[in-house]
């Protein structure tokens, strides 16, 4: 089988393909469009975020047979369109789960403990000991909207903090010891603190809007290291002037573009410009699941898998 690599990964990732027997071919730069014109010769791409395959992609990959995306989510392919094809698309959440766990519990640590804003007043010459008194995450009550790979490796990582956890997904019966799941219902009624661990798709898109969050009893503190078009920024912003929300950790932003890899080219809307300028919000460039060690781990999974389904092929 003949694979078509269209973004750098780790290296173990065409070194193991190749010793398995796939030919391996890197292109890294050439156009959507000029991929387009020789994708016909090959059986499978690796992809990570550079350019959609849509139907448009799919129509000309008349052997296709798999198309691997070096990340957690499928959203950059017509997955339902490959289907029809038959040709089986292949994600590695498995591979960064533990980086986005970590990312979400360290912007809890830093919101609750006000380590950023604290920092910069010390390096200022601040020393200011009661404005910056930190909360504790033992007996809050932490909950996960979304209960995959990503949420499970945060809410193991609770455990603990003596703290309850409660778990939401459109899934029956996905909760476990680490979490209990619950209606949506009842996590706005007892949430201190909402983590977001949805992938991106109609159903999530714009979700965290302003009657969502007025849906929630208490005010409370909001983390997303999922999508950032989960989050309506100018509601988010609403809730934050207003103290329902009372602080941000956001790894997403909904003005990303698609490929993940850029967000100042445009107009910045006036929303973002007013978060950027809160002590409230932890802001990061999508990297809760871009680690040094998550970068070697998606390859090998995504290795594993094109090796337990198409090695004999």
């Not at 033992?138 to 209960?147: H, P």
């Not at 209990?180 to 949430?191: C, D, H, T």
């Not at 002037?241 to 910045?268: M, P, R």
Request: glycine share 8%; net charge positive.
């Amino acid at each position: 089988m003949k694979i078509l690599h269209l973004d750098q990964n780790h290296p173990l990732l065409i070194e193991q393909l190749s010793q398995a027997g796939f030919d391996c071919v890197a292109d890294y730069t050439s156009s959507k469009v000029a991929v387009e014109k020789v994708i016909a010769n090959y059986d499978g791409i690796v992809i990570r975020s550079r350019f959609k395959i849509d139907r448009q992609f799919l129509e000309a990959a008349t052997n296709l047979k798999f198309i691997a995306r070096v990340g957690a989510g499928l959203e950059s392919i017509d997955t339902p369109y490959a289907n029809k094809k038959n040709i089986k698309t292949i994600a590695a959440p498995q591979g960064n789960k533990n980086a986005v766990g970590e990312h979400a519990l360290g912007m809890l640590l830093s919101l609750f403990n006000k380590l950023n804003s604290a920092d910069r007043e010390v390096k200022n010459g601040c020393w200011n000991r009661e404005s910056n008194r930190g909360l504790e995450i033992e007996a809050k009550t932490i909950g996960l909207i979304g209960y995959g790979n990503m949420g499970r490796s945060f809410a193991k990582k609770l455990k603990g903090f003596n703290c309850r956890v409660l778990c939401y997904d459109i899934k029956q019966e996905v909760g476990n010891k680490n979490a209990k799941q619950v209606s949506l219902k009842i996590l706005q009624e007892q949430a201190d603190v909402v983590s977001l661990h949805t992938p991106w798709t109609p159903q999530t898109n714009q979700m965290i809007d302003a009657g969502f969050i007025a849906g929630f009893k208490k005010p409370f503190w909001l983390i997303n290291t999922a999508r950032g078009k989960s989050v309506v920024t100018k509601a988010l912003v609403a809730g934050l002037k207003s103290k329902k929300i009372l602080g941000a950790g956001l790894d997403v932003l909904e003005y990303e573009k698609a490929s993940f890899e850029t967000l100042f080219t445009n107009t910045i809307p006036q929303e973002f410009k007013e978060l950027l300028a809160m002590d409230n919000v932890i802001l990061s460039p999508h990297v809760a699941g871009w680690t040094l060690e998550s970068k070697e781990k998606l390859a090998q999974v995504i290795v594993n898998k094109i090796l337990r389904a198409f090695k004999d092929a």
